[in-house]
């Protein structure tokens, strides 16, 4: 339903069963009637403050459980994932199906308000009124949970294979989509990359190919990816489907009403909740196995030995990803005017790639280690279930149809992407060559300093520019000349830079990092664990399985506490050690551009053992991108500064609840008085 439609609905139905209680009163004994509606009307208001509580309980259940343990039962979940999907899947239908039945109860209970609305009509009028806006407002809550399956709009600048254009391809598309029994309309779409990925649109699917995939796979290959995207939304995976859909709805509800509707939710927030993440587990332990389910659907319908060409192909494609950003190369925002071959080159690069490294590609094939959170199968693991021993890249003997309908979409993709990078190419260009180019100059002809609150920058700009090695070698300068607070964003930098180039003696730097400064926890701890299980490092990977829970648990208990200021904190004054507090403000003070209004400075306590000193930048007029300079070169300096301390950073409209003149010495700077 429309908003509009929902509202009308909602409050109809309030004003017609208004109109039986004004019937009913002229022929039911009122007293008892009126009292028992009366209890019945405060029904609603009691499940929604029982919803909130119990969906506040689990929820503050769920973070009180300790990283370690929450891992342990998804880990087990995925384990039994054969034995116990079924289950999983019986207690989502489960939750739904209770959720249906309690939405009938609280339609049941609209009706009663309504009726004790009209009934009170004679009595009080305006009691009338309450009871049609109230009873209006809960019909509007259950209304709100009719989903109608809207059609995705698609976005007419994406790039479609029409059947009439691509005959070939999209005879390819719909063999395999009818092998695999899904007989609904097909949009073909091409993204960027190199998967394929299908979804299931109300009365159609939509299957979307990655270029770089389609202008590297025969046909052969190709017709295999296929029947694998078709597997997943063929029949046997409807109930699956089904349950998505309803996670994807509930988990946006909010967005559908207004800021006051959207509190009525709550009424079933409770059921909500639990769902979304018996979901997510349902979704983490099974998702391995239907990845597996669709590998054997390509050995029954397809070619095994394609397929494991192709999945090759695939894996090799997230090698090669795995290894940019590490060797020399040009930016593609080098030339002063847009080149039309974007796809073309890439693509290039890819096969080239491929001629050179697929040998030690290769070698890593039985290493891979299947990472705990996995949603598809290792390689190795596919290959087995394909019953391919040992896999080649086969010869590519596709159909000059074929090969001629591949390059007319790689050129029409080519053409679409010309048109939407010329309407900011020179913009594009200025942020990501020349104004980085630019810097760089500045810097080597001012020496090449290393300043610990801007090498960061520098590093960013050099990898930006294709100048990875320069970027490196950075790195190792601000290693051995910065203070070691300062220098952990160089330890970061070159520990990916060694684990890019499978050097496990980047494992050190990264922890070391991470250990440092939290900022770099989440996406260090990623790195080592792909590194980890992709190059099959067992005793490393141990390690990291023991040390990830650890550090992700303080993170969760301390340093993510850091990142926001409430009102509810326990917030005081803070007394930094002698001269820091000048340092900081005479920094802040350097880039400010005449718009730092007031900077407060208050402790954050958050645990008895851990606190953070928290600015706080009070802007008044200027740009948002001058403002956004201004708070990144702060957070660098804070972030580099020389003594082991924690800082957080935030501007003040983002924090305005807290009454900073409550605290006592928390205003440390004020443009209006400069000598505080």
């Known amino acids: ?104 109860i609280i339609w049941l209970l609209a009706v009663c308000i309504a009726v004790l ?27 709100s949970r009719y989903r109608k399956e809207e059609k995705i709009v ?41 998967n394929a990925t299908i979804i299931k649109d109300k009365d159609r699917y939509i299957l979307q190919i990655g270029i770089i995939l389609l202008g590297v796979m025969s046909e052969d290959e190709l017709y295999c990816i296929f029947l694998h995207e078709f597997s997943h939304v063929s029949d046997k995976n409807a109930k699956n489907i089904k349950e998505a859909r309803y996670n994807a709805w509930i988990s946006n509800q909010g967005q559908y009403h207004t800021r006051i509707m959207s509190f009525l939710t709550n009424l079933y927030v409770y059921f909500d909740v639990r769902y979304i993440f018996d979901h997510m587990t349902f979704q983490y332990a099974t998702a ?44 593609i925002y080098q030339s002063e005017t847009l080149k039309a071959d974007y796809f073309t080159v890439n693509i290039q690069k890819f096969k080239k790639a491929i ?56 050129d029409y993709a080519e053409s679409k992407v010309y048109e939407n990078r010329r309407k900011t190419y020179e913009q594009d260009r200025k942020e990501c060559y020349t104004e980085p180019l630019k810097r760089v100059s500045e810097w080597e002809i001012n020496g090449c300093p290393i300043v610990s609150e801007s090498y960061a920058d520098i590093i960013s ?9 320069e970027a490196e070698a950075l790195c190792d300068r601000a290693i051995n000349e910065l203070n070691e607070n300062s220098s952990m964003h160089a330890y970061f930098i070159k520990g990916c830079a060694l ?62 506490k850091a990142d926001y200021l409430s009102k509810n904190d ?50 008044y007029g200027g740009t948002d991108a001058q403002r956004d300079e201004i708070m990144h070169k702060i957070f660098r300096y804070l972030d580099s500064y020389p003594t082991e301390w924690q800082f957080s950073l935030f501007d003040y409209f983002e924090c305005m609840e807290i009454k900073f003149d409550r605290i006592d010495g928390s205003l440390v700077y004020s443009k209006s008085n400069k000598n505080i």
């Open 1 to 104: 339903m429309k908003k509009i439609g929902r509202y009308i609905i909602s409050y109809g139905s309030a004003v017609i069963f208004s109109l039986v209680g004004l019937i009913l009163q002229m022929f039911i004994p009122q007293n008892v009637f009126i009292a028992v509606l009366a209890i019945i009307s405060v029904i609603p208001i009691v499940l929604l403050v029982c919803n909130m509580v119990l969906a506040k309980k689990y929820v503050s259940k769920i973070n009180k459980t300790k990283l370690a343990d929450m891992h342990g039962y998804m880990l087990r979940h995925r384990k039994e994932a054969q034995e116990t999907s079924h289950l999983l899947l019986k207690k989502l239908q489960r939750i739904r199906h209770i959720t249906s039945m309690y939405s009938v």
């Open 117 to 143: 609305g009209g009934i009170l009509y004679h009595f009080q009028t305006w009691l009338f009124y309450l009871g049609l806006i109230y009873s209006g407002t809960v019909f509007y809550a259950v209304y």
């Open 154 to 194: 698609l976005d007419e600048d994406d790039f479609y294979l029409s059947r009439e254009e691509y005959p070939y391809i999209t005879s390819l598309v719909h063999r395999a989509a009818n092998t695999l029994g899904c007989n609904s309309s097909i949009t073909v779409m091409l993204t960027d990359g190199c």
């Open 288 to 331: 391995v196995v239907e990845e597996v389910q669709a590998d054997r659907d390509i050995a029954k319908y397809g070619d095994a030995k394609m397929a494991a060409s192709a999945f090759l192909k695939l894996n090799y494609s997230n090698n090669c990803y795995w290894e940019s950003g590490v060797k020399d190369e040009d930016s």
């Open 355 to 410: 001629e050179t490294r697929h040998d030690y590609w290769d070698s890593l094939v039985d290493k891979e280690i299947l990472a705990n959170n996995a949603t598809h199968p290792t390689l190795k693991m596919r290959l087995e279930t394909l019953g391919i021993k040992d896999a080649k890249l086969i010869d590519d003997d596709s159909s000059q149809e074929y090969r001629e309908e591949v390059q007319k979409a790689i």
């Open 461 to 469: 700009d050099l990898k930006q520019l294709g100048r990875h090695e």
């Open 499 to 560: 684990l890019y180039r499978y050097d496990d003696s980047g494992l050190d730097y990264i922890y070391h990092a991470i250990e440092k400064n939290q900022n770099y926890l989440e996406e260090g701890l990623q790195i080592i664990g792909t590194f980890c299980c992709m190059t099959g490092r067992e005793k490393e990977l141990l390690e990291y399985r023991e040390r990830a829970p650890q550090l992700a648990q303080k993170n969760k208990d301390e340093n993510s």
């Open 570 to 619: 326990n917030l005081t004054k803070e007394n930094l050690p002698d001269g820091m507090l000048e340092d900081i403000l005479t920094f802040i003070k350097s880039v400010d551009k005449d718009i730092i209004q007031n900077i407060y400075l208050v402790r954050k306590n958050i645990s008895d053992t851990f606190f953070t000193s928290a600015f706080v930048i009070h802007f």
